[in-house]
């Protein structure tokens, strides 16, 4: 019976780290052991690309032009491809003069610690969807 003491058992754990980053993973294990298909780093399903695809120029012509003035005034914050599939859709969703509210109190929000947008979009969608609406900048909730 074989004991391995600590500082061997800690030794072996850098050394099979160092051969998975040197193999193209991380230091959280993986690494692609000779795959040759871009998939990524071993270890899981392979990652979905999320880049975002501006849908803007879906929206009705009133509309666009608010969205695309919003992104002149609050650039770089605020950029055309936030206006994904998922932020048109939830806006298409709305009665016309609803989704034109939307877009009123997006520009009248400070957007400087907001990390997803589309998300916090379409959540400003949602309050007006479930009769929330308004409600200023802080976009009351009514209660």
Known sequence: ?????????CQSFVLRCRGDRDRGGDYRGGGNYGRDD??????????????RQPAIHL???????????????HAPLLREDHFDEGVIDSLKRLAPGDAMRVLQELGQN????VRNLPAYIMGICKRY???HGG????????Y
């Open 110 to 113: 400070s957007m400087a610690g």
């Open 135 to 142: 409600g200023g900048p802080r976009g009351g909730r009514g």
């Open 129 to 131: 969807n479930s009769g």
């Open 59 to 73: 929206l009705p012509p009133d509309q666009l032009a608010k969205a695309k003035e919003l992104c002149i005034e």
């Open 38 to 51: 871009h998939r990524g780093s071993g270890g899981g399903p392979p990652q979905r690309n999320f880049s």
């Open 1 to 9: 019976q074989m004991h391995i003491t600590m500082p061997e058992r």
